[in-house]
Each structure stands twice: as C-alpha cells, then as structure tokens.
C-alpha cells in the first residue's frame, strides 16, 4: 500500500512540476525534494523521468480503455482522453515542445489505435470483410484522429472537444459500416 501511495505521490508532483516549468527544466531532485522523498526512491519506482512520463501516459490510455469497454462509444472515449490534457494543459504544452514529444504522438496514437479498433470490431460483427481491409480502415482512422488531436494542441487546445467529436461522430457515422460492407462485397467478387 505505502509503494502505491509514493508512485502515485511522484506522479502527481511530477505533473504540477510539468504544469510549471518545461520537461527538460525538471530534475530527478526536484521531484524527490517535492515529495519528500531521497532520489534513491524515485529510482525504486522509475529508470529515469522518462520512464515515468511514459507510464502516465500509458495509464491515462487504460482510462480511455475502460471508457471505452464501459461505454461502447469511440467519442465518449476520447472526450475522456482530452479531458487529462484540458486539465493539465502546460503540461501537455511542455511534453509537446520538448524532445519527448514522441511520448505524446505515441500516445495519442494508441489511444486512437485502440479505440477504433475495438469500435471497428464491434461494428463490423456479422460482416466478412477481410482482415486486411479491417487494418486499413482501422489505420485510417487512427491516423486521422491522431492528427487531428495533435493539430488541436498546437493550435493552443482553444475549441472544445466534446464539440468537435460528437460532430465528427454525426458527419462520419455509418462510414466505417459502410466500408466494411463494400470489403465484403469486393472479396465475394474475387
């Protein structure tokens, strides 16, 4: 109970220091100093300050995971996903701007990867399109969303997403169906 209490402790200082001051700017001390903690502490915990941006990141995707297996929806999903980044908008800043960017990119694409994925999978139950077909419109879409979400950080985080999902969920709805049916109907020629 205590090692969860101090991984989560260094997680949440590591986060209000990012929230302030840019990545390359914070120090394996500085966090230790915040917590309260000797560096050998943060060194049980993580490898080096990149190890732990990495897990925050990898558990914000298990969020967006749950929501979405709670859920079934690919929009609540990723309103869920842009709330971290709402609440924490320096960081995201600091992170996006700093030579870890990739960590952002990556994660922004796992959460899109995965998402589509599992909505892919669901809507496409019954329909024989091809594997590869699934991939390619699953590939799509991620890619897409991905873009879009980086596009809205650099761009200052300034619409609001709950607003621009749901339209692109109502603009796009029934397209991934649609494509998956015309997979069907290409292999049944061949």
Known sequence: MAQQYTRKMIREV???LL?????????????????EINRNTFYYYYT????LLAEIFQSE?????????????????????????LENKTAIYHVYN?????????YVYNVS????????????EGIPASLEDRKLITSFYQCALTEMVLRWVASGMKEDPDTIIRRIGQLFDGNIELS???????????
């Open 14 to 16: 590591f986060i209000k």
């Open 180 to 190: 998956l049916k015309r997979s069907a109907n290409l292999n049944s020629i061949y």
């Open 19 to 35: 929230n302030k001051h840019p990545l390359n700017k914070i120090t394996v001390k500085d966090i230790a100093t915040a917590c």
């Open 48 to 51: 080096d300050i990149y190890a």
């Open 113 to 124: 990867g995965n998402v589509m994925s599992r909505y892919l999978e669901k809507v496409g």
């Open 98 to 106: 700093s030579m870890q960017r990739e960590e952002l990119v990556n």
């Open 61 to 85: 995707l298990q969020i967006v995971i749950d929501e979405y297996n709670d859920t079934l929806s690919w929009e609540e999903s990723f309103i869920v996903a842009t709330k971290f980044a």
